[in-house]
């Protein structure tokens, strides 16, 4: 069973820590948040000597050294940092985005801080990284849900302002279909297509929305095509069950196929074997679409949550055996704001962060809320207007980015005001449901090329700069280096 293997897994995981400490660190995000620009960059600048004065044990001249070593589970993908690294720093351009699940190991050399610690330990610790879409998450509700709920829930999603539009195309072939005619493969495949384009919709730029199970009608992974991924919530299901051999019935069955062999394998080996995680949100993105986006990212929050704080169900609980007991929220891009605004986004987050919990059950995890950006593409100047200083971000625009009719070239810098956030956090929530459109924050989201890395008299070079990216290794590692 589930549960057993994963005590045997557990078993063989503890007696393997007592030999050589190893630390499961899971990096998870929805798609485009940051997952694999932030990997890079951790392990960039731990390979690299970076600055990171808030990582105390780095700072200290603790750590002596920090090499990647082969990865333990030979069955994952390993996460292509050696490319990414080049796009990054050779090419400036941003890595090949994260599309399914990953894996490398990073094994950290050091001198414990205490002797008593320096007596017992090997001074090494293994943290295997493992890098997922956040969209898998947003399943794990799917495991206590039968078709027909899940049905209702996407349908009643869809009829929401920011949706409507967005679905019609899928909502009403649907409605013209009679679900109980005899089932169809051309007519499912159909089906499964209208709804995932209409998914696909809705994480455009322009909408940014978030909560959009089931996880892999947007990031299949290498399932691709099978019929466990080929089916979609079908509309005012009928009393009764599905009789057999009807389109109903097929949809039915494959989403029970999609829980059974996708969902639940994946909670099972891999999410429940995690010890820490971070969650990357990239809450200006939607705050830059507007209020439904940021309504839509607290929601996904309550949901992604709602998977480290396991313990209100017994389905769930069966399948979490260890327990990650560090989890560190991160709102990433923050290079895109001047550093004034650093905290103001990070206490932003943090209320969408309590919001969201206050909504989950279970055991607590500690938690943490951090504005970063894991690599820093912008500097900060100001200009006087009026006589008063005006914060500006600098950087080089990405080829084709539009500012003010000027279309840019990728290697051409410039200036822009970032846009403010409020001091408070309260009114931040309040602005955004005001009904007039000029009370509500506005962000100036330009994207910008990658950095040119910088070079010191002595000619050498620093590693990618960043924010805040050593105050995240000190709360996700810092106390297994003591
Ligand atoms: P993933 O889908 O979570 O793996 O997302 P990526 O790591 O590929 O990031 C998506 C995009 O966000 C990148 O292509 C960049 O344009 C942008 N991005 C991610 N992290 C940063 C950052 O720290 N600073 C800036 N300026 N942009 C970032």
């Not at 094994?107 to 008593?116: D, L, P, Q, R, V």
């Not at 995690?274 to 507007?290: E, S, V, Y």
Request: aromatic residues 6%; contains cysteine.
């Amino acid at each position: 069973t589930d549960e057993a293997q994963i005590s045997f897994d557990n078993i063989v995981d503890r007696a393997g820590t007592m030999m050589r400490p190893t630390v499961r660190l899971g990096v998870t995000g929805l798609s485009r948040a940051g997952k694999t620009v932030f990997i890079t960059a951790l392990v960039h600048n731990l390979l690299h000597g970076g600055r990171l004065p808030m990582f105390k044990a780095y700072r200290s001249g603790r750590i002596s050294s920090a090499r990647l070593e082969p990865q333990p589970d030979d069955a994952v993908p390993r996460f292509q940092y050696e490319d990414h690294a080049e796009a990054l720093i050779k090419e400036r351009i941003w890595p090949q985005s994260t599309r399914a699940i990953s894996e490398m190991r990073l094994t950290i050399n050091y001198e414990s801080a205490s002797g008593w610690n320096r007596l017992f330990s090997a001074g090494k610790l293994s943290v295997d990284i493992i890098d997922y879409p956040g969209e898998w998450l947003l399943d794990l509700p799917l495991l206590e849900q039968d078709y027909r709920t899940f049905s209702e829930n996407a349908v009643r999603l869809a009829a929401s302002p920011a949706r409507a539009d967005l679905a019609e195309a899928w909502i009403s072939r649907s409605r013209a279909i009679d679900v109980k005619a005899a089932a169809d493969e051309t007519l499912a495949r159909e089906l499964s297509d209208l709804f995932s384009q209409y998914l696909k919709a809705c994480k455009s730029d322009e909408r940014a929305l978030s909560t959009l199970p089931p996880g892999r009608l947007l990031m299949p992974g290498d399932l691709e095509g099978s019929p466990a991924l080929t089916f979609a919530p079908l509309p005012d299901l009928p009393v009764g069950s599905a009789p057999a051999g009807s389109l109903w019935h097929m949809m039915e069955h494959r989403y029970e196929a999609y829980k059974r062999i996708v969902v639940r394998p994946f909670f099972r080996d891999h999410f429940a074997r995690l010890d820490r995680q971070i969650l990357l949100i990239d809450a200006l993105q939607a705050m830059n679409a507007g209020p439904e986006a940021v309504q839509d990212l607290e929601r996904a929050l309550t949901d992604i949550l709602a998977c480290f704080r396991h313990g209100s169900s017994n389905i769930l609980t069966s399948l979490f055996t260890r327990r990650i007991d560090r989890l560190l929220v991160g709102a990433t891009k923050a290079d895109h704001l001047h550093h004034e605004s650093h905290d103001r986004l990070q206490n932003i987050a943090g209320r969408l962060v309590d919001r969201a919990l206050a909504r989950t059950q279970g055991a607590r995890v500690t938690t943490e809320v951090l504005a970063l950006a894991a690599v820093r593409a912008t500097r900060e100047a100001s200009v006087k207007e009026a006589g008063e200083n005006l914060p500006l971000i600098v950087g080089a625009p990405l080829k084709g980015e539009k500012i003010a009719g000027e279309t840019f070239d990728g290697n051409t810098k410039t200036g822009i005001f970032p846009g403010d956030l409020p001091e408070d956090p309260e009114s931040f929530f309040q602005a955004l449901e005001s009904k007039d459109d000029a009370d509500r924050p506005h962000i100036n989201f330009v994207r910008f090329r990658p950095p040119k890395l910088e070079t010191t008299a002595e000619g050498l070079t620093l590693s990618l700069p960043h924010i805040r990216l050593d105050r995240a290794l000190e709360f996700l590692l810092g106390d297994l280096l003591a």
